[in-house]
């Protein structure tokens, strides 16, 4: 019996027709959701920045003015104001804080934190209307103006 079944099986084809229809399927949703996440994306360069800190907006800068819109310094110190970048050393009661580079061309990074993981720190710098820093410990958020949030909530 068993010498019957490896016959039977070497006679076989490699794929049947259900194994390529399986196959193409799994392709084709792959180069759907690429094309979904990749190409519809908003690159275009943002207006401005925001820096919420608790659901408050703290610091506001304007990439079409070239200036401030808004400061709160009790919890915002402007550590560096430069033709070419501004540094923001934002206070989270009475020991924590974020640092931040602001770039004058378009873009914002978090340079410094004191949180554990520091995973703001690693975050990429945010060129384009999709991109978001997030600290969850000091509960600051860095958003362009036009970044599409769904109730001003951002889940981690």
């Not at 079944?5 to 794929?15: C, I, M, N, P, S």
């Not at 996440?37 to 908003?42: E, G, K, L, P, S």
């Not at 310094?73 to 640092?99: A, M, P, Q």
Request: negative net charge.
């Amino acid at each position: 019996m068993a010498l019957k079944k490896v016959e039977q099986v070497k006679a076989d084809k490699g794929f049947k027709i259900w194994d390529l229809i399986v196959y193409g399927a799994i392709l084709l949703i792959v180069v759907v959701l690429f094309i979904a996440i990749f190409a519809v994306r908003d690159t275009s360069p943002f207006k401005g920045v925001r820096v919420v800190l608790a659901n408050e907006v703290v610091y506001e800068y304007d990439f079409e003015n070239g200036k401030q819109v808004s400061c709160n310094f009790d919890v915002v110190e402007i550590t560096e104001d430069d033709e070419s970048h501004i540094d923001l050393k934002v206070r989270y009661g009475d020991d924590g804080y974020n640092c931040i580079r602001i770039n004058k061309s378009g873009s914002v990074k978090m340079t410094d934190a004191d949180c554990d993981k520091r995973d703001c720190v690693y975050s990429p710098e945010v060129k384009d209307n999709n991109g978001v820093i997030y600290c969850s410990p000091h509960r600051l958020k860095i958003i362009p103006y036009d970044f599409d949030m769904d109730n001003g909530n951002i889940i981690m």
